[in-house]
């Protein structure tokens, strides 16, 4: 089983970035894909963005897609998500979450049932 612990979060205001941390513990981290869902009040958990094995392959949500950017360093077992341009329908739960067996070193898979590992979230609030 793989650990995954988030950071950073917390508030903002709209137009502002802010950069969101994980890491992952106990395991393979370099074989494995990595992302991030979230939650809103009252919605459906919803895919964010997520970045393959090989750090070649990056997909996002199109609420996210020009907005965000997902980054990984393996020499640190870290991930983060940038943030930019927030808006209120930002605030959400955010999720790190990890997939251990990726189909190809290139998948991320944008469902939620892939991925194995999830961490306790980190709550973003934006305000205007």
């Known amino acids: 089983q793989v650990h995954v612990t988030e950071s950073g979060g917390g508030s903002a205001q709209t137009g502002d970035t802010m950069t969101i941390s994980c890491e992952a513990s106990?395991?393979?981290?370099?074989?494995?894909?990595m992302g991030w869902f979230r939650q809103a009040p009252g919605k459906e958990r919803e895919f964010v963005a997520g970045i393959s094995q090989s750090g070649r392959g990056r997909k996002y949500s199109i609420p996210a897609k020009g907005r965000f950017h997902i980054s990984r360093d393996g020499r640190k077992n870290k991930i983060e998500l940038e943030m930019r341009a927030l808006i209120a329908d930002d605030t959400a739960i955010y999720y790190c979450?990890?997939?251990?067996?990726?189909?190809?070193?290139?998948?991320?898979?944008?469902?939620?049932?892939?991925?194995?590992?999830w961490g306790q979230g980190t709550r973003v609030t934006v305000t205007d």
């Open positions: 979450v990890a997939d251990r067996n990726p189909r190809t070193v290139d998948t991320v898979a944008i469902d939620a049932a892939p991925w194995d590992d």
């Open positions: 106990g395991g393979a981290y370099n074989r494995y894909a």
